[in-house]
């Protein structure tokens, strides 16, 4: 019972394609995230949705587009893909943080997205 | 804002030994504070959190921290280490005064534990 996957886990593309991560959490949860870890494991958020309203929109190039069809799925395209854009994209799911700041965020096993 | 400093990139300690990860937050308010782990190619998974009450909070896998509002510290300790303890440690904090759009949750930068055999 994966509480919060993410497909593809790998991804290797080139320079210039478009490509989407697609995201799903079956935990009953408001709140939906992106986060970004770079090469040096720093992580950032970059979006967040609350019962697909935007929330958070971190300065994130317009390239990154979010799209939430559902509570249940947060979907991550990317166009245009440049090299700086490899990194590890997590995304997570929580109850509704604009509640409660301490609900407690569950994140997906990762995306390493590669861009050659 | 609000920030989280882990002041040691990589913490080694013996197998058996007692480990402690350091994390000191800077909030405005009240900090409600995190910690999550995470294996080598896999996601975070939390660990533990402090929302309020008891300054000890224990979490998963035997880990425990302790919240020190006049140090704004949130060290994470266990008392005798495991190999599989092996992995990034993350310390993360919001602020509780913080609302809608500027309650996110910012991450320290990461401490590498290894335990030795």
């Known amino acids: 019972d994966t509480a919060v996957s993410q497909t593809p886990k790998y991804l290797v593309t080139q320079m210039g394609n478009d490509k989407s991560i697609k995201c799903e959490q079956n935990l009953g949860h408001d709140t939906m995230y992106w986060y970004k870890q770079d090469s040096k494991k720093f992580l950032k958020i970059m979006f967040s949705y609350n019962n697909k309203e935007l929330i958070i929109n971190e300065t994130v190039p317009n390239r990154f587009s979010p799209k939430s069809p559902d509570k249940a799925h947060l979907n991550l395209h990317i166009n245009s893909l440049e090299l700086g854009d490899s990194a590890v994209y997590f995304c997570?799911?929580?109850?509704?943080?604009?509640?409660?700041?301490?609900?407690?965020?569950?994140f997906g096993e990762g995306s390493w997205l590669t861009v050659v | 804002a609000q920030s989280v400093a882990q002041p040691e990139d990589q913490v080694n300690v013996a197998e058996g030994n007692p480990l402690t990860v350091k994390c000191t937050y800077s909030v405005s308010g009240n900090p409600y504070l995190f910690w999550y782990v995470q294996y080598p190619n896999r996601g975070l998974q939390f660990l533990l959190k402090y929302i309020t009450g008891d300054n000890l909070v224990k979490g998963s896998y035997g880990f425990e921290a302790e919240f020190n509002k006049s140090q704004t510290s949130f060290h994470l300790k266990k008392p005798s280490a495991l190999v599989s303890d092996s992995a990034l440690y993350f310390c993360a904090v919001r602020d509780m005064t913080d609302s809608g759009s500027a309650r996110q949750l910012t991450f320290g930068s990461g401490t590498q534990l290894t335990v030795l055999p």
């Open positions: 997570a799911s929580s109850y509704r943080d604009t509640d409660f700041g301490g609900n407690t965020i569950y």
